[in-house]
């Protein structure tokens, strides 16, 4: 079956540390689509990245930054010189497209706080 | 372009009441999805619509209905509310389907007593 697993569920660092969110799925498509989604502490869902499943680039935006491995199915995230305003709930998303269903598979998210 | 908006924002029920949440997206989109978030846990999907008159069960329908008269609005109706339906509901939608990346409402947190 498809499944998302961010096996840490919790992670507290001090501000300017680097800090990586792991991301493990299991698929049995070809073709599919990873997200990061990060949730505030006012709750709602930010987009933050969308990779499919061909492009094992890694992406790099600001502080923010992706590594996507085929090999050992993980998309992890990584945030260089954390800040305060980085507390959140991080989740990953795995598309899952079939005859009988259309939607997003998530993790159970990892609460990241980061203290000044 | 308000994106996708959700009301009400908070709402108490009694067991047994019905209500509807509201949904509606802006960006012309055809896929729409109603999500429910139990405390940590992630998101799971109740109802998608590919499109106007057309919806379908995710992986925890039951207790719900939907419909989808037009682009812009997806309501989710709660008949019999139950304690088990405390939850935090999310809305989302996108253009194409779920490889497409899905814009979320800001949630409605409902509890059932």
């Known amino acids: 079956a498809q499944k998302v697993t961010q096996a840490q569920t919790e992670i507290s660092v001090v501000e300017k540390e680097d800090v990586t969110l792991d991301c493990v799925y299991e698929t049995r498509d070809t073709t599919y689509y990873l997200f990061w989604y990060k949730q505030p502490p006012s709750g709602e869902l930010v987009f933050l990245i969308r990779?499919?499943?061909?492009?094992?680039q890694n992406e790099i935006s600001g502080r923010y930054s992706w590594n996507f491995q085929k090999s050992t199915s993980s998309f992890n995230f990584t945030i260089t010189a954390s800040q305060v305003v980085d507390s959140a709930v991080y989740f990953c998303a795995l598309s899952e497209r079939s005859y009988n269903t259309d939607k997003l598979i998530f993790g159970t998210g990892t609460r990241l706080q980061v203290f000044p | 372009n308000a994106g996708v908006t959700q009301t009400p924002k908070f709402r108490i029920l009694k067991i047994g009441q019905s209500m509807t949440l509201q949904c509606t997206q802006d960006?012309?989109?055809?896929?729409m999805y109603w999500y429910r978030q139990d405390p940590g846990m992630g998101l799971k999907l109740i109802y998608y619509?590919?499109?106007?008159?057309?919806?379908d069960k995710g992986e925890v329908p039951n207790g719900y209905n939907v419909s989808r008269s037009t682009t812009e609005d997806f309501p989710l109706r709660l008949e019999l509310a139950a304690p088990s339906q405390t939850s935090v509901y999310f809305c989302?939608?996108?253009?194409?389907?779920?490889?497409?990346?899905?814009?979320f409402g800001p949630g409605t947190r409902l509890t059932v007593l």
């Open positions: 619509s590919v499109g106007a008159g057309i919806t």
């Open positions: 989302a939608s996108s253009y194409l389907d779920s490889t497409d990346t899905q814009y």
């Open positions: 990779r499919n499943s061909f492009d094992e």
């Open positions: 960006m012309n989109h055809n896929y």
